[in-house]
């Protein structure tokens, strides 16, 4: 059977919670891009829809 050390576990629950978090940052963040740009061509406002376009080309693809 394989043992780690508690500092060892630790360490890895806390960058699996980190990586969890960013993952759900992302998302949020995505979606909300998402809405600005749906916004921006419902106003025909082709500076926001240039603007938050590339914001969620800069983010990457999260799915």
Not at 11 to 22: G, K, M, P, T
Not at 29 to 57: G, H, N, T
């Given at each position: 059977?394989?043992?780690?050390?508690?500092?060892?576990?630790?360490?890895?629950?806390?960058?699996?919670?980190?990586?969890?978090?960013?993952?759900?940052?992302?998302?949020?963040?995505?979606q909300?891009?998402?809405q600005?740009?749906?916004?921006?061509?419902?106003?025909?406002?082709?500076?926001?829809?240039?603007?938050?376009?590339?914001?969620l080309?800069?983010?990457?693809?999260?799915?």
């Amino acid at each position: 059977m394989f043992f780690i050390s508690r500092s060892i576990y630790e360490l890895i629950l806390d960058a699996n919670a980190e990586a969890v978090l960013e993952q759900a940052i992302r998302r949020f963040r995505w979606q909300q891009l998402l809405q600005k740009i749906d916004d921006a061509l419902d106003r025909r406002d082709e500076r926001a829809f240039y603007e938050y376009s590339a914001e969620l080309i800069g983010l990457g693809n999260d799915d």
